[in-house]
């Protein structure tokens, strides 16, 4: 069964370094979300990403983060200078937009 | 602002037992529901989900149940087994391809 990947499982970086968490999406899906959770919190909504372009983003996702599809398997996320508050898992998740499940993969850690 | 929510932060069964885990919603626009199940150091996992159009729907061994008039939303479990040990969490969202706004998640224990 297809499902979406994320690499790597576990990042630790310093503050102010940038990171780029990585994330392969369902093939034949057209939307892709970055979702994050702090430690024993809800999981909150970042980005979704359509047709190249953002669709939507939260309150979150400011001027630090970026998102990028740089080739037809890959979805990327960015975060330019990491504060402590960017601790989280980040959840990449992909649908076909005609339906409304989304599919999540298995996160990576970020400290 | 508008969130959707869950009444308990966790909940005890015994094994065979059947659970079930509410959550309340409070955006009447939304017009899909999902029950995401997520186990430690996994990412969520799709369950069941239901349409607003809906008041019933059956998987197996899973229900969820959804009552617009109170804006609740449930999950059934039947014949709760150790492996459904988890936090889950209700979603809800107005369209497809945006956003999931989920509740804060219900920790289920199953003991045997």
């Known amino acids: 069964e297809p499902e979406v990947t994320q690499t790597p499982s576990h990042q630790v970086t310093q503050m102010g370094q940038e990171v780029i968490l990585r994330c392969v999406p369902i093939?034949?899906?057209?939307?892709f979300y970055w979702y994050r959770q702090i430690l024993g919190q809800k999981v909150e909504f970042l980005v979704s990403?359509?047709?190249?372009?953002?669709?939507?983003k939260s309150e979150i996702f400011d001027d630090q983060f970026s998102v990028e599809r740089p080739d037809g398997s890959n979805f990327t996320l960015k975060i330019r200078s990491t504060k402590l508050e960017d601790s989280a898992m980040y959840f990449c998740?992909?649908?076909?937009?005609?339906?409304?499940?989304?599919?999540f993969g298995p996160g990576t850690r970020l400290t | 602002g508008e969130s959707v929510g869950l009444h308990l932060p966790t909940l005890s069964v015994q094994e065979g037992d059947n659970s079930i885990i509410n959550c309340a919603y409070s955006?009447?626009?939304?017009?899909?529901f999902i029950w995401y199940k997520q186990e430690s150091g996994k990412g969520p996992q799709f369950i069941i989900d239901i349409r607003s159009n809906m008041d019933k729907r059956q998987g197996q061994r899973v229900t969820v149940l959804l009552n617009k008039t109170v804006k609740h939303l449930s999950l059934q479990i039947a014949a709760t087994q150790p492996g459904d040990s988890a936090v889950y969490f209700c979603?809800?969202?107005?369209?497809?391809?945006?956003?999931?706004?989920f509740g804060k998640g219900t920790t289920l224990s199953v003991s045997s």
């Open positions: 979603a809800e969202n107005g369209k497809a391809g945006t956003a999931l706004i």
């Open positions: 093939s034949n899906h057209l939307y």
């Open positions: 990403f359509y047709n190249n372009e953002i669709s939507e």
């Open positions: 955006n009447s626009a939304s017009d899909y």
């Open positions: 998740a992909s649908g076909t937009g005609l339906a409304y499940e989304q599919y």
